[in-house]
């Protein structure tokens, strides 16, 4: 994985530091942490006694604020203002890293403007973000913006490969999206979500499977799987067999159908990254796939 996150436009740029405060926009939330490290060894010039502190999350001239799965809060802005005026320990620059920035309330990120704004000497911000719409325009006006796109598929099944030796990455891969842990959970999951998105398709008891759908969290996942399903069936209904992964596809779905599917799914995702309820949201995409398939088979 870290080979995969060092190949980065973001991690490579932090060795210029042509910055004061930066983001970095990420949209694998899982390896959001891992990426900003690897971008903090970077910036500090990838020395092997720092970069195995950083790692540790125990250089002193690297502060990575919150602790792991915590959510940057009230109290970390006071520490962050407080350690922005305490000179480096061991050399000429501090980096504070404030990960899961997304996720920091609206009150948290005014808070930091000012000192986001105009760092003291020898201070650097790196901040990291899954999505753009959740970092308010004010702090993205005041940082080097660099964003991370998703991965080429080639690159997550060589990834895959490396951290799965011998395991069938190719399916996983290519339905991930071009993000490594929605990959890294479909390969794992053993084809789990492959089945939910085939019952969820062939429409029965869709009422009681969105209730018992919307107590999960692999949200991605889902969609991952239901989106490359769609695609292999869009791939058998014209013809390009050889495009096709699964061997056990959705029967009765006109191409016109399955085309307008893709694109609801697209807009279901959209609006569960804006917190919209998941089993809702899912019993809507549902009625609206329905809708469409029986106006194409009329």
């Known amino acids: 994985?870290?080979?995969?996150?060092?190949?980065?436009?973001?991690?490579?740029?932090?060795?210029?530091?042509?910055?004061?405060?930066?983001?970095?926009?990420?949209?694998?939330?899982?390896?959001?942490?891992?990426l900003l490290k690897e971008c903090a060894k970077s910036f500090f010039g990838g020395g092997e006694r720092v970069s195995a502190l950083i790692e540790k999350e125990s250089?002193?001239?690297?502060?990575?604020?919150?602790?792991?799965?915590?959510?940057?809060?009230?109290?970390?802005?006071?520490?962050?203002?407080e350690e922005s005026l305490l000179a480096p320990v061991e050399g000429a620059r501090k980096l504070i890293v404030l990960d899961g920035f997304h996720t920091a309330s609206v009150l948290v990120q005014n808070k930091l403007l000012k000192v986001l704004e105009e760092p003291p000497a020898g201070v650097y911000f790196l901040l990291g973000a899954e999505a753009e719409f959740s970092v308010l325009p004010t702090?993205?006006?005041?940082?080097?913006?660099?964003?991370?796109?998703?991965?080429a598929?080639?690159?997550?099944?060589?990834?895959?490969?490396?951290?799965y030796p011998g395991e069938p990455v190719e399916r996983a891969a290519g339905a991930s999206?071009?993000?490594?842990?929605?990959?890294?959970?479909?390969l794992l999951g053993g084809g789990e979500e492959f089945a939910l998105a085939r019952r969820?398709?062939?429409?029965?008891?869709?009422?009681?499977?969105?209730?018992?759908?919307?107590?999960?969290?692999?949200k991605k996942e889902f969609f991952a799987a239901l989106k490359s399903l769609l695609r292999d069936?869009?791939?058998?209904?014209?013809?390009?067999t050889r495009y096709v992964r699964s061997a056990d596809l959705v029967t009765g779905y006109p191409m016109g159908a399955i085309v307008a599917a893709l694109s609801l799914?697209?807009?279901?995702?959209?609006?569960?990254?804006?917190?919209?309820?998941?089993?809702?949201?899912?019993?809507?995409?549902?009625?609206?796939?329905?809708?469409?398939?029986?106006?194409?088979?009329?």
């Open 200 to 218: 969820f398709l062939e429409g029965e008891d869709l009422e009681l499977f969105c209730r018992e759908m919307g107590e999960r969290k692999d």
């Open 59 to 81: 250089y002193a001239d690297c502060l990575l604020l919150p602790e792991a799965g915590g959510k940057l809060d009230v109290d970390d802005c006071e520490r962050i203002t």
């Open 139 to 151: 702090v993205l006006s005041r940082t080097v913006k660099y964003v991370v796109p998703p991965f």
């Open 177 to 186: 999206g071009g993000i490594f842990s929605v990959g890294e959970s479909l």
């Open 233 to 240: 069936m869009l791939m058998q209904a014209a013809g390009q």
């Open 1 to 34: 994985m870290k080979q995969l996150l060092r190949s980065t436009t973001a991690y490579k740029a932090m060795a210029r530091a042509e910055f004061r405060s930066a983001i970095v926009l990420f949209p694998d939330g899982k390896y959001l942490r891992e």
């Open 153 to 163: 598929e080639e690159d997550i099944a060589r990834a895959l490969a490396r951290k």
């Open 265 to 298: 799914t697209g807009e279901a995702e959209k609006q569960i990254q804006f917190n919209a309820n998941f089993a809702s949201c899912l019993y809507a995409l549902a009625l609206g796939i329905k809708e469409e398939k029986e106006k194409w088979q009329r």
